[in-house]
């Protein structure tokens, strides 16, 4: 943003991002799952109630869900919004 002070000027497009927590369980998304998205478990599994899955098209990153593991989540949301 910062940018367009010194340059042409870009619109400000922040990737969505939301988060809860219910009790002992922590979900986090980031980004925008698209309809023909190719879905992973990159970290963690799903049996043991902690991982991290993310969601890609066209071989990018379009977004990543977090399920009780923000350390994880982490550096897949700064690769998403970089």
């Known amino acids: ?32 799952i698209p309809d023909d998205a190719d879905a992973a478990i990159v970290e963690g599994d799903p049996g043991d109630n902690k991982f991290v899955q993310t969601f890609s098209s066209g071989g990018e990153l379009r977004a990543v869900l977090g399920w009780n593991s923000p350390r994880g989540m982490a550096l897949y949301r700064r690769e998403l919004t970089a």
């Open 1 to 32: 943003m910062g940018a367009n002070i010194l340059g042409p000027r870009e619109p400000f497009v922040p990737v969505p991002y939301f988060w809860t927590d219910h009790y002992d369980l922590r979900i986090q998304l980031s980004g925008v």
